[in-house]
């Protein structure tokens, strides 16, 4: 063959496309498209179609080797291909190029998908038609090509049962894949593309295919993304072809504006429905009485009257009539006429301006007041009369309150806040909260409770959350009372009562505001303390100088004696004991200082408090505490690194923690003694926690710890841990104790962070 354009047969070849479903271990036939039925001699009357086998009724024998061999190595998701001879139905072989593939029509169903194409040699058996077919081809494929609208030609595929399942893409133009963005789709199938497609799509496809009646319609599906098609479905090829031909068009732009469009009318129905049974509704029940007059006008135009053409109950019983529709103003009203609304009436539907008035009406028994509006429209006046009476009263009652809340407001001596649980901010202040520090009413007004919660001491937020949660489950009768401390300035804190209640409620759930009545009670608690103190101190200071001058002699004896039993130990050449009497020298010292000082201590001072670094206290304390520490044989675990700033006077809490240590000392085991000592932050405080394996105590002896005279040794006075917590105190500092009876005891004292104070 010479010819560079390909014969009428060629062609005919060419176009030809066969689609065979078979079982893939049988090679039973499950379907074939009309184009297989045709030219391998199966009818409609083959019934059993099932009984035809691919592989053997069909290929050539020498042929059928190779492709038994493509069956077996076929796997699903990839694709073979063979050139194998098929007998027509005159018994004639013909050579067509096979892609097969495994596909899967419905869930558990697998079958091999056959689609064949003749292959053009000298040999091959091929049927003559019309010459003109070539050129009527050729215009069919530039028309199909230069359609805007999407076409595909598409190949029903049936189950056994004559059950329309899928359908074939057998040919698609160029703007099918502009209006669907499916591509490279021929010779796939539906199911292949998409695989959960529309059954009512396939059923609507294959009644085209059945009855050749073309219909139209339009389609949307999530396969498409949302996207809307207008579908014309018509039927192609011959009677029995299962062929048909799909024209569409992309829609979704249109469908989008209709259904924008009907929202929007749909949306200005309701609201227009709802515009009318909203007036209707408050025409039928407000408490205004409410009228619709038309105006009458006489010869000159000029309005002379107005009667009733719509009222509503409230008006009616007004006037003290059933109804008044019909009547006109002067007749149902003279009052009104001599109070001058009839004429304010009258010069609304002149000018077009509303009107807004109120009257006082004292006339047969009544003393009420009014307002009554009116609206110009058209020829009709709008009119509503409304009872203010008891509106008026409460305004006077309530102007007289402000009056009187005004008065008491600016005497009190408190401070009143109220905080508003809606914006959680302070809505209302009286006067200046702590101006020092800039808690100013004009500066707190509004402000959020958050950007408050900085300037109350660390100590005491826990307990303003704790009131501001008992709050909003409490009844309006309930007060609370709190004490917190609120910053001066710098490190300085003062003292306040706060009295706390709900002001308004919303309902059972929800606090809409609480207030708080706020008092400066830091003179007060000073006061109490120093009585406290002075009590305390006034017994304390005759006990110590008493005990201070009785220890003044034994301790002169004790250095005496230590001087002559070193000197004679250094003569009898004892040599190793100049440690152990430097020991008793040192604690000499020691207790002759704690005696002066004891002696002072009669005198009291108050603590200077003073920036300093824990852990270099604690550094100082066991320093001074060393002697004592080597001739108990204790180990010291030491648990803390870096700087921990404290407000402290260093002097009187190294006295303090002294006194822990040393008791700790005495109640270990000597030789097996462990004192633990760690500091850690807790919240907005330095936490230093001094533990000891010693003796332990009581429940009751924790409870009288701290208690002066209150002593479980055999000798001593019981001042040590007295002195101790009214050192802690003295620094604001909390103390902790837990024990056990022969596990030891812990000490956890908490000292304020000096950097968390002075910060907001």
Not at 194 to 200: A, I, L, M
Not at 428 to 449: A, F, Q
Not at 644 to 654: G, R
Request: charged residues 30%.
């Amino acid at each position: 063959m010479t010819s560079e354009l390909p014969t009428i047969d060629e062609q005919i070849v060419r176009n030809k496309q066969l689609l065979i479903l078979s079982d893939q271990t049988t090679s039973k036939i499950q379907f074939s498209n009309s184009s297989g039925k045709y030219y391998c001699g199966i009818t409609a009357e083959n019934k059993n179609l099932e009984n035809i086998l691919f592989l053997k009724d069909l290929v050539h024998p020498d042929d059928q080797e190779d492709f038994l061999s493509l069956l077996k190595g076929l796997k699903p998701g990839n694709t073979r291909n063979i050139d194998i001879r098929i007998r027509n139905s005159e018994g004639k072989w013909t050579k067509f190029h096979f892609t097969n593939r495994i596909y899967q029509p419905l869930e558990n169903e697998s079958v091999v998908l056959s689609l064949g194409h003749p292959v053009f040699e000298p040999g091959n058996e091929i049927q003559t038609i019309d010459p003109n077919y070539a050129s009527l081809k050729y215009e069919y494929d530039n028309l199909i090509s230069s359609l805007d609208e999407g076409f595909c030609m598409v190949d029903m595929i049936y189950n056994l049962e004559g059950e329309p399942i899928d359908y074939l893409y057998a040919k698609t133009n160029e703007s099918f894949i502009n209006h669907i963005k499916y591509h490279n789709i021929e010779g796939r199938t539906m199911r292949e593309v998409v695989p959960y497609p529309q059954s009512k799509l396939i059923a609507a496809f294959s009644k085209v295919a059945k009855t050749g009646k073309p219909v139209r319609f339009d389609l949307t599906t999530e396969n498409l993304g949302g996207d809307w098609l207008d579908m014309y479905v018509f039927k192609m090829g011959e009677k029995e072809s299962g062929r048909v031909g799909l024209l569409f068009r992309n829609i979704t732009s249109k469908k989008i504006e209709e259904e924008t469009l009907k929202k929007e009318l749909s949306k200005h129905h309701k609201n227009l429905k709802e515009s009318n049974l909203l007036l209707q509704s408050v025409f039928d029940t407000t408490y205004l009485g409410i009228a619709v007059l038309k105006a009458l006008y006489d010869d000159k135009g000029k309005v002379h009257d107005f009667r009733f053409v719509r009222t509503n109950k409230v008006l009616n019983e007004m006037f003290l009539k059933e109804d008044i529709i019909g009547q006109t103003y002067q007749e149902a009203s003279k009052y009104g006429v001599e109070m001058g609304i009839f004429d304010a009436y009258k010069k609304v539907m002149k000018t077009g301006k509303p009107f807004d008035e109120e009257y006082f009406f004292d006339k047969e028994g009544f003393s009420n007041w009014f307002r009554v509006t009116a609206r110009a429209q058209g020829d009709l006046l709008i009119t509503t009369v409304e009872d203010i009476t008891e509106r008026k009263e409460k305004a006077q009652e309530l102007a007289e309150t402000l009056h009187f809340k005004h008065e008491l407001v600016t005497a009190t001596h408190d401070i009143i806040m109220i905080i508003n649980l809606n914006t959680y901010t302070v809505r209302y202040i009286n006067k200046d909260l702590v101006k020092e520090s800039g808690l100013t009413r004009k500066n707190i007004t509004g402000k959020k409770l958050q950007d408050v919660m900085p300037y109350i001491h660390p100590r005491d937020r826990e307990q303003v959350i704790e009131l501001h949660k008992s709050l909003l489950k409490s009844s309006t009768e309930k007060v609370f009372n709190i004490e917190v401390r609120l910053k001066l300035q710098a490190v300085s804190w003062e003292w306040f009562n706060v009295r706390a209640k709900v002001f308004q409620r919303k309902d059972k759930d929800w606090v809409d505001e609480y207030v708080l009545l706020i008092r400066n009670i830091t003179n007060q608690k000073n006061t109490q303390k120093a009585l406290i103190k002075a009590e305390k101190l006034s017994i304390q200071g005759e006990i110590a100088r008493t005990f201070a001058h009785e220890l003044r002699n034994p301790l002169a004896s004790i250095g005496m004696v230590n001087e002559v039993l070193k000197q004679k130990v250094k003569a009898e050449g004892f040599q190793d004991m100049d440690n152990y009497f430097e020991i008793l020298k040192r604690s000499t010292k020691t207790l002759n200082d704690l005696v002066t000082n004891l002696l002072n201590s009669s005198n009291y001072t108050p603590a200077v408090l003073k920036p300093e670094d824990l852990g270099e206290i604690i550094e100082s304390t066991l320093h001074k505490a060393a002697d004592r520490i080597y001739l108990s044989g204790i180990k010291v675990i030491k648990k803390y690194d870096g700087k921990f700033p404290i407000l402290a006077d260093k002097e009187k809490l190294e006295i303090a923690l002294l006194n822990i240590i040393v008791n700790a000392s005495e109640a270990i085991v000597p030789g097996k003694g462990i004192i633990k000592i760690e500091v850690s932050e807790h919240k907005s405080d330095f936490k230093l926690k001094i533990a000891d394996n010693g003796q332990g105590m009581e429940e009751d002896q924790i409870d009288h710890l701290f208690e002066a005279f209150y002593t479980k040794k055999d000798k001593g006075m019981g001042i040590g841990m007295n002195s101790v917590k009214n050192i802690l105190e003295e620094h604001d500092a909390r103390i902790d104790v837990e024990s056990q009876i022969d596990k030891g005891s812990t000490f956890c004292i908490y000292f304020h962070n000096e950097n968390l104070l002075n910060s907001h």
